[in-house]
Nanobody, 123 residues
C-alpha cells in the first residue's frame, strides 16, 4: 500500500513562494505518476499539475510559469515549488500518485492521496 505524507504550506503574502513536499512509502515510487491538486472552500478539486515516472511535468494553465513540479526517485519524494503566489492560489493542496497514465488531470485517475496541506496567500 502506497502512503503519501505531505509537508510544507502555510501563510505567505502575495508574490511570495512556498514549496510543498510529498514523501512516499510502500511502493515503487519511480514507476508512479505523481499529481498535484488543490481545493478551495466550496469548489471542486482542481488539477494543478503532474509529473510522469520519467520526470516530465505538465501544468494547468492557471499555474504555468509560476509553479514547478519535480521528483527525486532516489528519495521517494515529490515537490511542488510555487512562486509568484496570488490570493486565488489559496486552497488545500494535495499530492497524489497512480500507476495510470491516461487522464492525468482527473482526480479519479489517482489511487493514492496525501493528507492535504493548507496554503493561504494573503497580506
Amino acid at each position: 500500500q502506497v502512503q503519501l505524507v505531505q509537508s510544507g504550506g502555510g501563510l505567505v503574502p502575495p508574490g511570495g513562494s512556498l514549496r510543498l513536499s510529498c514523501a512516499t512509502s510502500g511502493g515503487t515510487f519511480s514507476s508512479l505518476r505523481m499529481g498535484w491538486f488543490r481545493q478551495a472552500p466550496g469548489k471542486e478539486r482542481e488539477f494543478v499539475g503532474t509529473i510522469n515516472s520519467g520526470g516530465f511535468p505538465s501544468y494547468a494553465n492557471s499555474v504555468k510559469g509560476r509553479f514547478t513540479i519535480s521528483r527525486d526517485n532516489a528519495k521517494n519524494m515529490g515537490y511542488l515549488q510555487m512562486n509568484s503566489l496570488k490570493p486565488e492560489d489559496t486552497a488545500v493542496y494535495f499530492c497524489a500518485a497512480t500507476s495510470y497514465s491516461a487522464r492525468s488531470d482527473r482526480p479519479g485517475t489517482y489511487v493514492y492521496w496525501g493528507q492535504g496541506t493548507q496554503v493561504t496567500v494573503s497580506s
